[in-house]
């Protein structure tokens, strides 16, 4: 994702803290709580600009959606776009999904969404995936019993390195699409990148896994 300097972001960010929640640790196993109501809860990891979850809020207004995305220049576009749309059932976090666990409590979380995440092709970065192990655990611990884990990228590399992963890590595949847009399902929101590359011609892949418990 292409991130320019936006010298007002910190400003923007300070005045809509009721939106990029500033200290996410403190809603740990009250998210709810936030939102004011009891309705399941979603994250998407590396929102970027925001196309996606403003979509899913709008096509499900009975869920929370929850936005985390690393880079500030971005997250204020995401912000500008959840502004705009006016709903009230998405949040976002600027923050490293690294630290999931310290935002989420075991099983506060229906669904998991990686969209589009950066491929890291490198080996020595592979620790960087968000679909390696160490990821896995994380999801695993804030997703609730038969919560879903919904991956989408164009990248073929990054999508098999995930496949194998979700196996050895003896996740259940609940489907596998290897073009995505040939289902015509109804209810895909695109993000900024599935645009792109799909114009591109380029197939979308999608994976839905669960993980099995004890
Ligand atoms: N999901 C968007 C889409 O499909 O258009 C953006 C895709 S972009 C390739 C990946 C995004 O994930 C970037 O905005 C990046 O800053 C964010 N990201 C990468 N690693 C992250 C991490 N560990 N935690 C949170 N966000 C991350």
Known sequence: MRQRNKPWADDFLQENAH?????????????????????????????????FIVGMAKQFPDINFIGIELAKSVIVTAAQKVQESGQN??????????????????DEVSTVYLNFSDPWPKNRHEKRRLTSRSFLERYENVLQQDGELIFKTDNRGLFEY???SFSEYEMLLREVSLDLHELHDPENIMTEYEEKFSAKGQPIYRCKAVFRGE
């Open 19 to 51: 939106l990029v929640i500033p200290n996410p640790g403190d809603y740990k196993n009250k998210w709810q709580e936030l939102f004011g109501n009891e309705n399941p809860i979603h994250v998407e990891i590396g929102t970027g600009k925001g196309q």
């Open 89 to 106: 059932n998405i949040r976002l976090i600027q923050e490293n999904a690294e630290n999931l666990n310290e935002i989420f409590m075991t």
């Open 162 to 164: 995930s496949l194998v």
